[in-house]
């Protein structure tokens, strides 16, 4: 059973930073691209940042400059290193995984950005 864990969110002034986790489970992850999206109240959820099986990267035009995806494979784990977040990062973050044409998604963890 695949299962993603979102862990790190809080609240945070404009100009601050944090990371956000995904620990994954049930399946092999280092041989799939994963990724984190996230969704603003009101608004569609939107892509914020891929990571493939071999690291390359694909941002968001919105966080490119800002936001650093990784990956610990031997932890099963993405991350997101956010850096001078901004009101309109305000979201609840989910991390993301498709295997066989389905998408498997975490509980998401929430990010406000308010002074």
């Known amino acids: 059973q695949v299962q993603l864990v979102e862990s790190g969110g809080g609240l945070v002034q404009p100009g601050g930073s944090l990371r956000l986790s995904c620990v994954a489970s049930?399946?092999?992850?280092?041989?799939?691209?994963m990724g984190w999206y996230r969704q603003a109240p009101g608004k569609q959820r939107e892509l914020v940042a891929l990571?493939?099986?071999?690291?390359?990267?694909n941002y968001a035009d919105s966080v490119k400059g800002r936001f650093t995806i990784s990956r610990d494979n031997a932890k099963n784990t993405i991350y997101l290193q956010m850096s001078s977040l901004k009101l309109e990062d305000t979201a609840v973050y989910y991390c993301?995984?498709?295997?066989?044409?389905?998408?498997?998604w975490g509980q998401g963890t929430p990010v406000t950005v308010s002074s």
């Open positions: 993301n995984v498709k295997i066989d044409l389905v998408a498997f």
């Open positions: 049930g399946t092999i992850f280092s041989i799939y691209t």
């Open positions: 990571i493939s099986s071999g690291s390359s990267t």
